[in-house]
């Protein structure tokens, strides 16, 4: 959850790839090496419309080693 809302309403992102479900919304983090994460990036409320606008509680954008 951020901000109050849940995972539905959180846009989740691979290298600026958006990898919600398109029917629930929500996305299986566990297909995601931890492995293969460099960082990740969390923005929330205004900053996240930028990235996606269903994002109403913010937006994770994770960035893999390449």
């Avoid at 809302?5 to 398109?22: E, H, K, L």
């Avoid at 492995?35 to 937006?59: L, N, P, W």
């Amino acid at each position: 959850m951020i901000n109050g809302i849940d995972g539905r309403n959180i846009a989740i992102f691979v290298d600026g790839v958006p990898c919600n479900d398109y029917y629930t919304g929500t996305v299986n983090l566990w297909q995601i090496p931890v492995d293969a994460v460099d960082r990740v990036e969390v923005m929330t409320s205004a900053e996240a419309v930028f990235y996606d606008g269903r994002s109403a509680g913010g937006a994770i954008n994770i960035i893999t080693k390449q």
